[in-house]
């Protein structure tokens, strides 16, 4: 990802705004100016704490809050003493079709990869226990698995092993229905022996690196994109599974999760919460919040070339975004759209095409919401937010609708301000 200096880079910007770990020094901004310490650093400070007591910790916010950027920060030096190694669940199995062994064996295969990155052989002892569940005829058969091509460079084992689990995992994300059904029943009697030996690889890689004198912090990284209809289930009856490894774990959350019925229960097993919060751009009062627009302001302008954005159509654009960073990314790409089909050779953004854009961003919002949810934010008491089991609330939640903001330690919640405008003099 480039700096955007013309209107069709700003357009090829579309989904590739997100830093990685290989922009993360050209285009992150310091949150110390809203928050004091930055939350990396309040992350880094627990887990330092706690170094050699293998912790758990829920990070838990909404979408464009900065979650993927603050782990991304924290993967790159952030956590010095720390091997991290980033699990992606979502990016591999169905949130709709999702089961222990799917977890398990994503997890597992993270984790063998990860040693076979950093080992010129893996230890054929750790993976005894693994072997011996996974040697099955009928589920190399239903897989339709060749063993040739584990290649023996690492060992029969080893090499068996390792392209096993990954076409496991391929199936398991790939194949119908009826195979996946399938390939959970023959793995499921074996699943406490595959834990176990995930622990050894855990051990064995923490063995690894105490020349280095780091410790395995495992992130599972992608589990906030669940949405409304599969969060509960998934937090609900699956995490306790991972919750027994003995390592160092962050599981990321949508905050709108918070509002679950179980999440006083779950939170207390864990030995950190923390919450990412959005950055105002207004005070509850309506009032400006400069520290917040300034902010959000330093983001854009490390995207996107100034000059291709008027003073004033920043501002609008950083206060109909409501702090939510992939609103005001989603507002300049489709008004940058706008003016190439009103004016192909124009060198910034028009005015006129925010306005149609902007139009149809608040016509989108309200879509999201029905006459419950309307009625409901025009009553809702935001000073006392007491809506656990409030499924109104998690769905407004959940689309950046009614929001938590968080500047300089003082902390509130309030209704998107391209909704507000709309619906509070109802």
């Not at 209107?7 to 993360?24: D, F, G, V």
């Not at 999440?263 to 950190?272: C, W």
């Not at 959940?398 to 509070?424: M, Q, T």
Request: proline letters at 4%; charged letters at 20%.
């Amino acid at each position: 990802m480039e700096k955007a200096t013309t209107l069709k880079e700003l357009i090829a910007l579309k989904n590739r705004t997100q830093i990685t770990p290989e922009t993360i020094d050209p285009f992150y901004v310091s949150t110390i100016a809203i928050s004091k310490p930055p939350i990396n650093e309040k992350i880094k400070q627990f887990f330092e704490a706690i170094y050699h007591v293998p912790q758990k910790m829920i990070l838990a916010g909404p979408k464009g809050s900065g979650k993927s950027t603050l782990l991304c920060l924290l993967s790159q030096g952030g956590l010095e003493r720390f091997h991290i190694i980033p699990i992606h669940l979502l990016r591999t199995l169905d949130p709709m079709d999702i089961s222990q062994v799917d977890i398990i064996f994503c997890l597992l295969n993270h984790l063998v990869q990860d040693v076979s990155q950093t080992q010129k052989r893996l230890d054929p002892s750790v993976l005894n226990g693994i072997y011996q569940c996974l040697h099955d005829e009928q589920l190399i058969h239903l897989i339709k698995f060749k063993k040739s091509e584990a290649g023996d460079e690492e060992g029969t084992k080893i090499g068996f092993v390792k392209t096993f689990i990954s076409a496991i995992v391929e199936a398991l994300s790939t194949t119908g229905s009826n195979i996946r059904t399938q390939i959970r029943e023959i793995l499921e009697p074996g699943l406490r022996l595959i834990l176990k030996g995930i622990q050894d690889i855990i051990d064995y890689i923490n063995r690894i690196y105490q020349a280095t004198n780091q410790i395995l912090l495992i992130i599972f990284d992608d589990l906030d994109q669940f949405d409304l209809s599969t969060a509960e289930l998934f937090f609900q009856n699956h995490l306790s599974l991972t919750e027994r490894l003995n390592v160092h774990i962050i599981y990321t959350m949508p905050d709108f999760i918070r509002f679950s019925y179980f999440f006083q229960t779950l939170s207390a097993r864990m030995g950190q919460v923390s919450f990412m919060r959005m950055t105002p751009v207004l005070y509850q009062n309506n009032t400006p919040c400069e520290q917040g627009q300034i902010h959000i302001k330093e983001i854009i302008c490390k995207r996107i070339a100034r000059e291709l954005i008027q003073d004033t159509m920043l501002d609008l654009v950083i206060l109909a975004s409501g702090g939510v960073l992939h609103h005001a990314f989603d507002l300049l790409i489709d008004t940058a759209l706008n003016t190439l089909t009103l004016d192909p050779d124009s060198q910034c953004l028009h005015q006129k095409a925010f306005d149609l854009v902007y139009q149809r961003f608040t016509q989108k919002m309200i879509q999201q919401m029905d006459s419950t949810h309307v009625e409901l934010l025009a009553q809702l008491n935001l000073s006392y937010p007491s809506w656990a089991g409030n499924k109104h609330v998690q769905h407004l939640m959940a689309r950046n609708i009614l929001i938590e903001y968080e500047c300089n330690g003082s902390v509130w919640f309030d209704i998107h301000p391209s909704v507000k405008r709309l619906i509070v003099p109802l």
